[in-house]
């Protein structure tokens, strides 16, 4: 019998991916892994630990996990209104404010992702994000006029930030200026509470919100986490492909799961910041790997947005690991840079 058709205790649909979790099965001294869910970020999150010998099982709680995604939502989300960052948004000024070092620092790695990208990856692309009705108000599913389109990109841009991270200090050159974190906050999260579980003293483990992941050492079974990399169909659930991996995040977009449809056409929530439109390519799915989940979360949306030929162009310039699911009349074709290949070759099902 092969790894796929093992017998799977539970397998999580997701955006993006399944993990199939083997092996948490009680044994005589108990199960072999704790496993904490909840809700957070408007999606659901999971995390597998796998117990290790000494540590006492009431190391981890879940009122600690918890409280920590709270603290990261009183940060980065967008829909809660004394937020980080809902106060540089709603603030209609260009003073310079005071943000905690975490917020100057994913800031400052999103500014980071958007010069890589030639400003594919663009957080500032919030007033595109909500007047196209992915943002936290409800908006009808309506096409914005070109000259609302118009209006809204000229605050966006990261020239209109300031960032002073000596002294703490984030200042919008144009009192407009909306900064989404959307993109970043779920693999943010991610590292987060992977930081959190290590500082308890586990290293095998796996941690997911919203089909953003970070997985280390060995799962239960003691092998390598099985991640299932999703067919990008909106109308079904089904494994495109599983991978192997293990000391590693992984992240998933798609223009499959979040989109509105008018007059049968799809619009997507990956906004192009160049045109100020939703993308619309053949491009299905994007599954990029790295070390951080942060970068692994906003350098997939990136790649939405560059589209196959643009983004497998980078990512082989700059060897990073990426897999592109493109679109054929009859189902998905794919590409995959050696990067990709090399950490998960020998693993794969
Ligand atoms: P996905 O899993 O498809 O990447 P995410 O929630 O991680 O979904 O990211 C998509 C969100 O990112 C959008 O809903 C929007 O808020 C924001 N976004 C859209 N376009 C861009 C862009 N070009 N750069 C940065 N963030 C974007
Ligand atoms: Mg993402």
Not at 242 to 254: K, L, Q, R
Request: net charge negative; with cysteine.
């Amino acid at each position: 019998m092969n790894s796929v058709n093992r017998p799977v205790k539970n397998i999580l649909f997701l955006t993006g991916f399944f993990i199939l979790l083997i092996g948490l099965v009680s044994c005589e001294q108990g199960p072999a892994s704790f496993a904490f869910n909840g809700q957070t970020m408007g999606t659901t999150y999971h995390i597998t630990v796998v117990k290790g010998d000494k540590q006492p099982p009431s190391a981890l709680s879940q009122s600690e996990i918890d409280e920590l995604l709270l603290e990261v939502n009183a940060s980065f989300s967008t829909y809660i209104d004394s937020s980080e960052v809902s106060t540089l948004n709603l603030y209609k000024g260009i003073e310079g404010q005071s943000k905690t070092p975490e917020f100057v620092e994913l800031l400052e790695e999103a500014q980071r992702i958007n010069l890589l990208t030639g400003g594919a990856y663009d957080i500032t692309v919030g007033p595109l994000v909500n007047l196209w009705g992915f943002g936290p108000s409800f908006k009808e599913d309506d096409i914005p006029s070109n000259e609302l389109i118009e209006q809204a990109l000229s605050n966006v841009g990261f020239d209109s930030i300031s960032i002073d991270a000596d002294n703490g200090l984030v200042r919008k050159l144009k009192p407009e200026v909306y900064v989404d974190f959307s993109s970043i906050a779920k693999g943010y999260g991610v590292d987060q509470l992977a930081d959190f579980i290590e500082s308890k003293g586990y290293s095998n483990y796996m941690v997911e919100i919203g089909g953003e992941m970070r997985v280390n050492g060995h799962n239960p079974k003691g092998t390598r986490w099985r991640i299932a990399i999703e067919k990008p169909e909106s109308s079904t659930r089904a494994i495109h492909k599983i991978i192997h991996i293990t000391d590693i995040a992984m992240a998933t977009s798609g223009d499959y799961r979040n989109f509105f449809l008018k007059d049968g056409v799809r619009f997507s929530h990956t906004i192009n910041p160049k045109t100020g439109k939703p993308v619309r390519h053949n491009l299905a799915s994007v599954t990029v790997l790295n070390e951080s989940a942060a970068t692994a979360d906003a350098l997939a949306t990136a790649f939405m947005v560059l589209g196959e030929k643009k983004g497998y162009d980078l990512a082989m310039k700059r060897e990073l690991p990426v897999f592109f699911l493109v679109k054929q009349r009859d189902g998905f074709n794919e590409l995959m840079t050696p990067a990709f290949k090399n950490l998960i070759e020998d693993y794969e099902s």
